[in-house]
């Protein structure tokens, strides 16, 4: 009886060994994620979604599309955004708000991406840097306007719609029936005739 307990207690045991060994063996033949940082540097590429550091997209104009808005601010869980701006007159006579400094707090900056999510004019995202280390925490706040950058205006509107002309409207397609429509009529299509 002791003998053959021992037996099934071997192979349950050689059963489970083989199982972790099945996983072991699978995964020596799959293909190598590991990055070999640094010694691949200047050929390393970091995927699509890597949240680095946090900058502020400027055109070769130096323009950008920040509008100060303070949204960005408002949302950092962390407080790890500063916003300053300033009321100027316009040339037609209106007050606007114009960016003087979009500071940023590195060392403070948890990557949540809420100040991304938050921002309605595509002002701020995220670069694949991720060499942020530094000596002086002083270097963690980072100014991510370029000095002497501005706001990047938009085009002008035209002042009104296209008026439709009877020619446009021979040439759009008729709307489709409601839904309620077009279900009667199928059921009445769809009766047998006597």
């Known amino acids: 009886m002791q003998d053959k307990n021992y037996i099934q207690g071997l192979l349950c045991g050689v059963k489970t060994l083989a199982v972790g060994l099945r996983t072991t063996m699978r995964e020596l033949f799959t293909k190598k994620i590991t990055q070999q940082y640094p010694e691949n540097r200047k050929e390393l590429v970091m995927f699509d979604r890597f949240r680095g550091s946090l900058v502020?997209?400027?055109?070769?104009?130096?323009?950008?599309?920040?509008?100060?808005?303070?949204?960005?601010?408002?949302?950092?869980p962390n407080n790890s955004i500063n916003v300053v701006t300033e009321m100027v007159a316009t040339p037609d006579g209106k007050k606007k708000k114009q960016l003087l400094r979009h500071e940023y707090n590195l060392g403070s900056c948890m990557f949540c991406m809420l100040c991304v999510r938050a921002c309605p004019h595509d002002a701020i995202t995220f670069d694949q840097s991720f060499e942020n280390a530094v000596f002086d925490r002083s270097k963690l706040i980072l100014q991510l306007n370029q000095p002497g950058s501005r706001l990047l205006e938009k085009?002008?509107?035209?002042?009104?719609?296209?008026?439709?002309?009877?020619?446009?409207?021979?040439?759009?397609?008729?709307?489709?029936?409601?839904?309620a429509e077009?279900?009667?009529?199928?059921?009445?299509?769809?009766?047998p005739s006597k």
């Open 182 to 191: 077009a279900e009667a009529e199928t059921k009445t299509d769809n009766t």
């Open 56 to 76: 502020m997209p400027h055109n070769e104009n130096n323009e950008h599309k920040c509008v100060g808005c303070g949204l960005c601010m408002m949302a950092c």
């Open 155 to 179: 085009p002008a509107r035209s002042a009104a719609p296209k008026a439709a002309t009877p020619a446009d409207d021979a040439t759009t397609k008729p709307k489709d029936k409601p839904m």
